[in-house]
């Protein structure tokens, strides 16, 4: 019992914390994590097989880490080395495709497509943003739209605002369609062995359906307000052409070719049998190599806090799994529910949109998978459906509000920098409809297609 409270009191600690934004967040999580290794499986629980468990170093020393052609196994609980490797892969090669100017080129490459015409601009970088977010973190997505979206509004005199907002909230329902497309997917794909096309062909249906709907949406909510530019400076249109965000002509085509192996090795990785572990590890070393000179600075640019905040969330989480905290929540649910499946969903999928509209959707799915798979085998629900209803959930609900969504906290940010700063109030007001009606799509698309 003691293990228990202390497992459950670091946990919303952590939370606290997270939420109060005061703290860096991966210090904050390997904190937790130290104090769940020391107070919970040390003091209380006196169990080295625990803290080995949620460790789970051996793992990666395994076949099925790497290749599992025609195995199935079992997630193992702890540390998720898989989402760690993979999502430190991809980071490297984004960073090369940055420093080689590849989604400089493929904003202004766009906006020149369109003649330079604010609607038209505002419709294809929404689309954009969906696309590129199926395959690279929302987070780096938005970081370079928006700064392109700021420069563009500045010569062809808009308010960038509702751009940023709408590119915001598509970053996010892209990052639903794919297993890499989001952390929380990656974390439920690698933790219950869903390939890429089991994400594309689940939550991808219900995204590109959502689509839609979110692009006639944004463009009743904003073509008032866009319709009114003025652009007479063809001059500084030509400044920034696309060609000049290409920086050197060798590294793009190599960080081009590596995107695309990437992109075939993520869609196929299900029939090759090699694992998004080797995939994030391979494209790495391959970024790495092609490099040259310039990888120092592009392993100095990778995001190596987020790598550590997931470490601590793991093992905060690891404790919750080992003292049986998640298999009573699991038991709760299932008796609101009453093993009604429909019920079920509707639970799942608005508790995970509203909780992660608040605190970060990352340890809220971390935590609840452990939950969803105890359901899954006292109630006889199909876990897969209910990963499904988890990942739109979570994706989704982080959408709402400024706060929601590390790709929220960073386009506001820039936007705020820039002298565009976007209020509570002013966000809201179009995310949190623009949520609900995500997430009502989501759960008839769910209940018609598996019920």
Same mark, same amino acid.
């Given at each position: 019992?003691?293990? &228990?409270?202390?497992?459950?009191?670091?946990?919303?600690?952590?939370?606290?914390?997270?939420?109060?934004?005061?703290?860096?967040?991966?210090?904050?999580?390997?904190?937790?994590?130290?104090?769940?290794?020391?107070?919970?499986?040390?003091?209380?629980?006196?169990?080295?097989?625990?803290?080995?468990?949620?460790?789970?170093?051996?793992?990666?020393?395994?076949?099925?880490?790497?290749?599992?052609?025609?195995? +199935?196994?079992?997630?193992?609980?702890?540390?998720?080395?898989?989402?760690?490797?993979?999502?430190?892969?991809?980071?490297?090669?984004? *960073?090369? /495709?940055?420093?080689?100017?590849?989604?400089?080129?493929?904003? /202004?490459?766009?906006?020149?497509? +369109?003649?330079?015409? $604010?609607?038209?601009?505002?419709?294809?970088?929404?689309?954009?943003?969906?696309?590129?977010? /199926?395959?690279?973190?929302?987070?780096?997505?938005?970081?370079?739209?928006?700064?392109?979206?700021?420069?563009?509004?500045?010569?062809?005199?808009?308010?960038?605002?509702?751009?940023?907002?709408?590119?915001?909230?598509?970053?996010?329902?892209?990052? =639903?369609?794919?297993?890499?497309?989001?952390?929380?997917?990656?974390?439920?794909?690698?933790?219950?062995?869903? !390939?890429?096309?089991?994400?594309? #062909?689940?939550?991808?249906?219900?995204?590109?359906?959502?689509?839609?709907?979110?692009?006639?949406?944004?463009?009743?909510?904003?073509?008032? *307000?866009? @319709?009114?530019?003025?652009?007479?400076?063809?001059?500084?249109?030509?400044?920034?052409?696309?060609? @000049?965000?290409?920086?050197?002509? &060798? !590294?793009?085509?190599?960080?081009?070719?590596?995107?695309?192996?990437?992109?075939?090795?993520?869609?196929?990785?299900?029939?090759?049998?090699?694992?998004?572990?080797?995939?994030?590890?391979?494209?790495?070393?391959?970024? /790495?190599?092609?490099?040259?000179?310039?990888?120092?600075?592009?392993?100095?640019?990778?995001?190596? &806090?987020?790598?550590?905040?997931?470490?601590?969330?793991?093992?905060? $989480?690891?404790?919750?799994?080992?003292?049986?905290?998640?298999?009573? $929540?699991?038991?709760?649910?299932? &008796?609101?529910?009453?093993?009604?499946?429909?019920?079920?969903?509707?639970?799942?999928?608005?508790? =995970?949109?509203?909780? #992660?509209?608040?605190?970060?959707?990352?340890?809220?799915?971390?935590?609840?998978?452990?939950?969803?798979?105890?359901?899954?085998?006292?109630?006889?629900?199909?876990? @897969?459906?209910?990963?499904?209803?988890?990942?739109?959930?979570?994706?989704?609900?982080?959408?709402?509000?400024?706060?929601?969504?590390?790709?929220?906290?960073?386009?506001?940010?820039?936007?705020?920098?820039?002298?565009?700063?976007? #209020?509570?109030?002013?966000?809201?007001?179009?995310?949190?409809?623009?949520?609900?009606?995500?997430?009502?799509?989501?759960?008839?698309?769910?209940?018609?297609?598996?019920?």
């Amino acid at each position: 019992m003691i293990a &228990k409270i202390l497992a459950v009191a670091i946990f919303i600690i952590m939370f606290a914390l997270i939420i109060t934004d005061k703290f860096e967040r991966h210090i904050v999580t390997l904190i937790c994590g130290l104090a769940t290794i020391v107070m919970v499986f040390g003091i209380a629980m006196h169990s080295m097989t625990a803290f080995l468990d949620t460790l789970n170093i051996g793992n990666i020393i395994t076949t099925g880490f790497w290749y599992e052609r025609g195995v +199935v196994n079992e997630s193992t609980s702890g540390i998720n080395w898989a989402t760690i490797l993979f999502l430190a892969g991809m980071m490297i090669m984004v *960073e090369g /495709m940055a420093k080689a100017g590849f989604f400089r080129w493929l904003c /202004m490459t766009i906006a020149k497509v +369109v003649r330079y015409k $604010v609607i038209p601009i505002f419709l294809t970088f929404m689309v954009m943003s969906f696309v590129l977010a /199926m395959f690279i973190d929302s987070i780096t997505v938005i970081l370079f739209l928006a700064a392109v979206t700021i420069e563009l509004a500045q010569l062809l005199r808009f308010n960038p605002i509702p751009m940023i907002l709408s590119e915001i909230f598509c970053a996010n329902l892209g990052g =639903s369609a794919t297993m890499c497309g989001d952390p929380p997917n990656i974390i439920i794909g690698t933790s219950l062995r869903y !390939s890429f096309t089991d994400f594309i #062909s689940n939550t991808g249906i219900i995204a590109v359906i959502s689509l839609i709907v979110i692009v006639v949406f944004f463009f009743f909510s904003y073509r008032k *307000e866009l @319709s009114c530019s003025n652009v007479t400076d063809v001059e500084s249109l030509e400044k920034v052409s696309p060609k @000049s965000a290409i920086k050197d002509r &060798k !590294s793009f085509i190599i960080s081009c070719i590596i995107f695309f192996c990437a992109v075939v090795m993520l869609i196929t990785h299900a029939e090759t049998g090699l694992t998004v572990a080797f995939i994030g590890v391979f494209i790495a070393i391959v970024t /790495m190599i092609t490099a040259g000179k310039a990888v120092v600075d592009i392993l100095k640019a990778v995001d190596y &806090k987020t790598i550590l905040f997931f470490i601590g969330l793991f093992l905060v $989480v690891g404790g919750l799994e080992q003292t049986g905290i998640l298999e009573l $929540v699991a038991e709760f649910i299932g &008796k609101i529910s009453g093993g009604n499946m429909m019920v079920m969903i509707a639970i799942i999928i608005w508790v =995970s949109a509203v909780a #992660s509209a608040f605190v970060d959707n990352i340890p809220f799915a971390a935590t609840m998978i452990p939950v969803i798979k105890t359901l899954a085998a006292t109630t006889g629900a199909d876990l @897969s459906v209910l990963a499904w209803t988890l990942a739109m959930g979570t994706d989704i609900g982080g959408s709402a509000t400024p706060i929601g969504a590390s790709a929220n906290v960073v386009g506001t940010s820039i936007a705020a920098r820039e002298g565009y700063p976007i #209020s509570w109030k002013r966000y809201c007001k179009v995310a949190v409809p623009a949520t609900f009606i995500v997430i009502l799509i989501s759960m008839v698309s769910i209940y018609v297609r598996y019920l």
